[in-house]
């Protein structure tokens, strides 16, 4: 593993939102879900998630969900992605959101 310096993780933006609208993705290469998280003062953000096989869509409304906001764009077929929310695999590879464990604002800085 590369050992990076403390200014190089201040440069990722990691911040707190809140999934506000969860859509199916069916044109996505892997099942995965477009996902509209409110980021507060950040403003409303699109990303899309791999999460299908331990979320349902209706589980993953009103999550916090911890994303890097400051990557550029990302074209995903047509959709556009603005944000990359963070996760880990579990043990059969599929994704586990990473959350905070406690309410905190939309916008909230990881430190």
């Known amino acids: 593993m590369e ?3 403390w ?3 201040e ?3 990691l911040r707190v939102g809140t999934i506000i ?3 199916d ?3 996505a290469r892997k099942p995965a879900y477009k996902i509209i998280v409110d980021f507060g003062p950040l403003g409303i953000k699109k990303s899309s998630a791999q ?3 331990n979320y349902t869509k209706e589980a993953l409304i009103g999550k916090q969900v911890i994303a890097v906001v400051n990557f550029p764009p990302k074209q995903i077929g047509k959709y556009l ?3 990359l929310i963070t996760g880990f695999e579990d043990a059969n590879g599929h994704i586990v959101l990473a959350q905070p464990q406690s309410p905190v604002p939309n916008g909230a800085k990881l430190m």
């Open 3 to 5: 050992t990076i310096n």
């Open 81 to 83: 992605s603005e944000v």
């Open 11 to 13: 440069k990722v933006a």
């Open 7 to 9: 200014n190089d993780f």
């Open 51 to 53: 999460v299908t096989v």
């Open 25 to 27: 993705f069916p044109e």
């Open 21 to 23: 609208e969860v859509n």
